[in-house]
């Protein structure tokens, strides 16, 4: 089969995948950026969980749809900007219009929590796309993997952040860990450590005793805005 043929072929079968219904109502549901389970993508479908596995596993294979694995889930995203430009294009053909994400996190956990030994929720969320925008952090070698650049490595001794003592350490160096309630990333790793040690050592953020959750300080909310830009 030569290279158009071939071409043609997954062209066909991915579109054929898409036309299923159930698969479709999935991959609409991703298409706002956040990641989702097999049961809550069944309940979206309108499908049993089993039902829902076997649809998952076809979107994968056509390469519509990834699954990362975090703990015991195994959460679903889009395989990339060019399937929801693909997704995007057949919604202006149909005429319609989606609704948004709505997470059912409480409020308090919701704004602000530990992830381990790291910030999540939307504050964790918000320091990640920060440093993401101020080029501190790009991917590495693929996958989820973070390296912090050289710029970064500047910016985040100004901080405080020791970025070659978390290097150093016996554990993974940075990499974007899935927020369970916001569906985006947050950093993880030893960089994602030290920023919380750091946040905590300055009162930025104080632990709540009776939860994971964080609140951000008067002071933390002044500094990550002068140190960071981050608003929340």
Request: proline letters at 3%; glycine letters at 10%; hydrophobic letters at 45%.
């Amino acid at each position: 089969m030569d290279v158009t043929r071939r071409t043609d072929a997954h062209a066909a079968r991915a579109a054929a995948a898409i036309g299923e219904p159930a698969r479709a109502s999935m991959l609409y549901c991703l298409l706002d950026g956040r990641a989702r389970t097999s049961t809550e993508l069944a309940l979206v479908a309108g499908v049993s969980p089993s039902t829902a596995s076997v649809h998952l596993h076809k979107l994968e294979a056509v390469h519509l749809a990834k699954v990362q694995v975090q703990g015991k889930h195994r959460y679903y995203s889009l395989d990339g900007p060019d399937v929801a430009d693909v997704l995007e294009a057949l919604s202006v053909l149909a005429g319609a219009t989606r609704g948004e994400f709505v997470p059912n996190t409480p409020d308090h956990l919701r704004a602000a929590r530990t992830c381990y030994d790291h910030m999540a929720g939307v504050l964790g969320v918000a320091i990640h796309d920060r440093l993401t925008a101020l080029g501190w952090i790009a991917k590495a070698n693929g996958g989820d993997a973070y390296d912090v650049t050289p710029k970064g490595a500047r910016g985040l001794a100004s901080l405080g952040v020791e970025v070659d003592a978390a290097r150093s350490l016996r554990r993974r160096f940075a990499f974007a860990c899935l927020d369970w309630s916001e569906r985006r990333s947050h950093v993880g790793g030893a960089i994602g450590a030290a920023l919380l040690n750091l946040a905590l050592a300055r009162k930025w953020v104080a632990r709540d005793r009776q939860s994971r959750a964080l609140v951000v300080t008067g002071v933390g909310h002044r500094h990550l805005q002068k140190e960071l830009g981050v608003r929340l």
